[in-house]
């Protein structure tokens, strides 16, 4: 079982609550969670994705990111983060 899988099972199982907070504010429920991280899977095969293929996430800390991680995890992909502050060899051979 992946993180994804899990992710979907407390979905069905508590879709209300509180998934990801920034500070106090809740910022994404189970259910929207699971559902945007589906949507953007999908989104990932249907644009070539293939399984156990890096995906690279160069992006700040924002709750995109988590839904992010988990579509790649549930696309079947592994995923490389990388700092968005790299200079641009340093990011040249981070995709690499």
């Known amino acids: 079982m992946t ?3 899990w992710l979907f099972r407390i ?3 508590h879709p209300d609550h509180p998934a990801v907070a920034l500070g106090p504010q809740e910022a994404r429920r189970y259910s929207d969670l699971a559902s945007n991280a589906a949507a953007l899977a999908g989104w990932l095969r249907r644009s070539g994705a293939r399984k ?6 160069i992006a700040e800390n924002r ?10 995890w549930w696309a079947g992909g592994t995923v490389a983060p990388i700092a968005p ?7 040249s051979l981070a995709l690499a």
Not at 52 to 57: G, K
Not at 63 to 72: G, H, S, Y
């Open 3 to 5: 993180l994804a899988h």
């Open 11 to 13: 979905a069905q199982a």
């Open 52 to 57: 156990t293929q890096p995906v690279a996430i």
């Open 63 to 72: 709750v995109e990111v988590v839904e992010t991680l988990f579509a790649c």
């Open 85 to 91: 502050d790299l200079a641009p060899d340093d990011l």
